[in-house]
T-cell receptor, first 113, second 111 residues
Framework: DGGITQSPKYLFRKEGQNVTLSCEQN?????MYWYRQDPGQGLRLIYY???????QKGDIAEGYSVSREKKESFPLTVTSAQKNPTAFYLC????????????FGSGTRLTVV | ELKVEQNPLFLSMQEGKNYTIYCNYS?????LYWYRQDPGKSLESLFV?????AVKQEGRLMASLDTKARLSTLHITAAVHDLSATYFC???????????FGDGTTLTVKP
């Protein structure tokens, strides 16, 4: 089955620690996105990539970093510079004709301990 | 900067009733999406509306788009409990593929 796999499902981060969230897709889509969702709010765009080896900052990129070395993979690192990282992180892809909405992964819940 | 506003943010309705969720956006766009999110889950795509006057229907949900008014509506007909969820609209701006989301409308359908 084609889809997006995010791991881990739950992640706990200590103060000052960097953590990496995984996002893998087998849909053969070029475009991939990372969104953050805080309780009771909509999604905010962190980073996106429309092609391998290229990515752009979204609206809230500070404290995050990404890479896009393979078409299938778009990992997100939450660095110690992100002061309020507790949130639900969603990875998504978009088909080339955008004739359907995003396909989302199941998400990663990150909590600072 | 593209802004997307949904209302109401919370909606409690009885089974069998009709209601409409509104999505206003601030700049020109001709591509709008509706998504559904169940509690604790990810989002799933419901509709994409591509042009002025577009209307899509799936079961008890019908979405429409008026690009001149910068308004989309999601109409619920004869609500049932299974429709309880949070519904988001998302508008694609000038950067193709990049969407801005509204804050969502949490719908609770009571027997």
């Amino acid at each position: 089955d084609g889809g997006i796999t995010q791991s881990p499902k739950y992640l706990f981060r200590k103060e000052g620690q960097n953590v990496t969230l995984s996002c893998e897709q087998n849909l053969n889509h070029d475009a991939m996105y990372w969104y953050r969702q805080d309780p009771g709010q909509g999604l905010r765009l962190i980073y996106y990539s429309q092609i391998v080896n290229d990515f752009q900052k979204g609206d809230i990129a500070e404290g995050y970093s990404v890479s896009r070395e393979k078409k299938e993979s778009f990992p997100l690192t939450v660095t110690s510079a992100q002061k309020n990282p507790t949130a639900f992180y969603l990875c998504a892809t978009h088909s080339p004709d955008r004739g359907y909405g995003y396909t989302f992964g199941s998400g990663t819940r990150l909590t600072v301990v | 900067e593209l802004k997307v506003e949904q209302n109401p943010l919370f909606l409690s309705m009885q089974e069998g009733k009709n209601y409409t969720i509104y999505c206003n956006y601030s700049t020109t766009s001709d591509r709008l999406y509706w998504y559904r999110q169940d509690p604790g889950k990810s989002l799933e795509s419901l509709f994409v509306l591509l042009s002025n006057g577009a209307v899509k229907q799936e079961g008890r949900l019908m979405a429409s788009l008026d690009t001149k008014a910068r308004l989309s509506t999601l109409h619920i007909t004869a609500a049932v409990h299974d429709l309880s969820a949070t519904y988001f609209c998302a508008v694609e701006g000038t950067n193709a593929g990049k969407s801005t989301f509204g804050d969502g409308t949490t719908l609770t359908v009571k027997p």
